[in-house]
């Protein structure tokens, strides 16, 4: 197996560095072939804690509005010549966007990664969306506990039955998704090419 064909099948559900240091390349190689390949990271793995952005959400709180700050301009009339510029673009009481849909529509978005999965989601309220999959579990189950996700058993992401949904912890689903999912042979495959290129970069530098 090539390092593109690695990074081809890791890349959507691992984080970037993890797969560089297998392969024994730098992040920036990583990232930048698979920009080429037109590779994205899954939505399963972006909602994951294993992707890190969970800690750039939290370490962004400090620079949010806190609740009870008052706007500068709030109580202030708009100036009337910034109201006639602006007066055109403005939505008006009671008009909807065209791609409007009432509650309890079920749409499907297509995922940002390679694969181009998929999913169905369900409109609770106007600006309030949920995963279709997660809302018949929750029907069904109650809550997902945090830390956890809802797979697909068949791996169609549209066949939401009941019946073809199980709950799985991220490191479980991590785990199916990474080195470990790959037959034993294959697996050694791998390290032997990470240490192995880990040596040819090595020497290449001094």
């Not at 529509?105 to 995922?111: G, L, Q």
């Not at 181009?116 to 989601?121: C, E, M």
């Not at 106007?126 to 018949?136: E, F, P, Q």
């Not at 169609?156 to 785990?175: F, G, H, P, Q, Y």
Request: hydrophobic residues 30%; aromatic residues 8%.
């Amino acid at each position: 197996m090539t390092q593109n064909e690695i990074i081809r099948q890791r890349f959507p559900h691992e984080r970037t560095q993890g797969i560089a240091d297998d392969l024994g390349l730098s992040y920036s190689q990583v990232a930048s072939r698979a920009s080429t390949m037109g590779l994205r990271k899954t939505l399963e793995f972006k909602q994951s804690e294993s992707s890190g952005r969970t800690n750039l959400i939290e370490g962004g709180k400090k620079f949010r509005f806190k609740k009870g700050n008052v706007p500068f301009n709030k109580g202030k009339e708009m100036p009337a010549e910034t109201y006639e510029k602006v007066k055109p673009s403005m939505f008006k009481k009671g008009n909807r966007p065209h791609n409007w849909r009432p509650d309890g529509s079920i749409v499907e978005r297509k995922d940002t990664d390679l694969s181009g999965r998929v999913y169905l989601y369900y409109k609770l309220a106007d600006s309030k969306w949920i995963l279709y999959h997660n809302k018949v579990w929750i029907d069904h189950n109650g809550p997902i506990p945090k830390g956890s996700l809802i797979r697909f058993i068949d791996g169609n992401t549209r066949n939401c039955d009941i019946s073809n949904l199980e709950m799985v912890s991220m490191k479980d689903n991590m785990a199916r998704n990474t080195i470990q999912r790959f037959p034993e042979e294959i697996q050694q495959i791998i390290k032997l090419t990470s240490k192995l290129n880990k040596k040819i970069n090595g020497k290449k530098q001094n």
